[in-house]
């Protein structure tokens, strides 16, 4: 069946190292991803997005590598603070066409930086 | 910075009861939906709304749940008569088309 998937529930990291968080997808026709953060108590926080036409995107601290061929999301963060201590979300941007699109969200990942 | 609010933060009622969570999404935004996070789970998405009409729902948007736009600045999720499976965080989200969706903080309802 289709789902969005991550392949682990927990990272812990030190302080100044880099964070890898990985996601599968299994639909090949999805076209957009994105990446939530989501702290204790708060709604998801948009990170980054990637649209299918694009391999790598760049942001502040934080790169979004998608492989198509094996159907992989990844999201990096350098030099990883405690305050990106949270659970992080990849999310699929799956709608039934048009303008109509919903959000399906992976299990998450808990990563926590180790001061 | 523009942001999504909801009301209240923390809903309690007893089981049969009608609830409205209430929702202001960001002011120039098109698109609104409502996801719901049961503990320790996932988001998941419960319905989208645009040009005052529901344009997709999942199978958990029964008939007790609907959505309302009754003004230029509120979006609302009814559900008629509460379960106790209904205990979740509930999330607004906005976005201006097919991007970035600005969720709000969430409002935490207990069903007793």
């Known amino acids: 069946g289709e789902s969005v998937g991550l392949h682990l529930p927990t990272l812990s990291v030190q302080e100044g190292d880099n964070s890898i968080i990985n996601c599968a997808y299994s639909?090949?026709?999805?076209?957009?991803f994105i990446w939530y953060k989501q702290e204790s108590g708060k709604g998801p926080q948009f990170i980054i997005d990637?649209?299918?036409?694009?391999d790598k995107r760049q942001g502040q601290r934080v790169t979004v590598l998608l492989n198509k061929t094996v159907k992989h999301l990844s999201l990096q963060i350098a030099a990883t603070q405690p305050g990106d201590s949270a659970v992080y979300f990849c999310?699929?941007?799956?709608?039934?066409?048009?303008?109509?699109?919903?959000?399906?969200f992976g299990k998450g990942t808990l990563l926590t930086v180790n001061p | 910075e523009p942001e999504v609010t909801q009301t209240p933060s923390h809903q309690v009622t007893q089981m049969g009861q009608e609830v409205i969570l209430r929702c202001v999404p960001i002011?120039?935004?098109?698109?609104f939906y409502w996801y719901r996070q049961i503990l320790g789970q996932k988001v998941e998405f419960l319905v989208s709304?645009?040009?005052?009409?529901?344009?997709?729902k999942s199978e958990i948007f029964d008939d007790q749940f609907s959505v309302e736009r009754p003004d230029g600045s509120n979006f609302t999720l009814k559900i008629r008569s509460t379960k106790l499976e209904d205990s979740a965080m509930y999330f607004c989200?906005?976005?201006?088309?097919?991007?970035?969706?600005?969720f709000g903080p969430g409002t935490r309802l207990t069903v007793l």
């Open positions: 999310a699929e941007n799956r709608g039934s066409g048009g303008s109509n699109y919903k959000l399906t």
């Open positions: 639909n090949s026709a999805s076209d957009y």
């Open positions: 989200a906005s976005s201006w088309a097919s991007d970035e969706q600005f």
């Open positions: 990637i649209r299918s036409n694009m």
């Open positions: 002011s120039n935004h098109l698109y």
């Open positions: 709304f645009y040009n005052n009409e529901i344009s997709e």
